[in-house]
């Protein structure tokens, strides 16, 4: 499992409990169109989050710190859009497929978010 979250949303004095997670695996694989080259989109392609734009320049002895604002993660997550969660009545899932808008709004445009959500720095 890469993210495992649980929370509530709020939009307009509407309010979302929710959870959802995001695997890599089969369920992100992406079809190839020819089949000539099988290995054109390699699932480890998926689990890379890229670019990340940042300012440091390492040194040796130094410390590599990086800091997670997970809300940018759900900028474009439509929580009026939810399911249940199984079980419950009241909490809502955000499925772990890219064959929901939700699942893939909060795996490529949440996770995979390149401004807002990753912070890095690093100290001497």
């Not at 099988?38 to 040194?59: F, L, M, W, Y």
Request: hydrophobic content about 35%.
């Amino acid at each position: 499992m890469i993210l495992d979250v649980t929370g509530t949303a709020t939009k307009s004095g509407a309010s979302y409990p929710f959870q959802g997670k995001v695997t890599i695996s089969q369920n992100r694989a992406i079809t190839t169109s020819n089949p000539a080259q099988p290995g054109a989109n390699p699932i480890c392609k998926q689990r890379i989050v890229t670019p990340i734009e940042v300012d440091i320049t390492p040194t040796n002895g130094g410390v590599l710190t990086l800091r997670v604002d997970p809300r940018g993660m759900f900028n474009t997550v439509d929580f009026a859009t939810l399911g249940p969660a199984p079980g419950s009545s009241t909490l809502l899932e955000i499925p772990d497929t890219n064959a929901t808008n939700a699942g893939v709004a909060l795996f490529r445009d949440g996770l995979h978010s390149a401004f807002g959500v990753y912070q890095f720095t690093w100290s001497p």
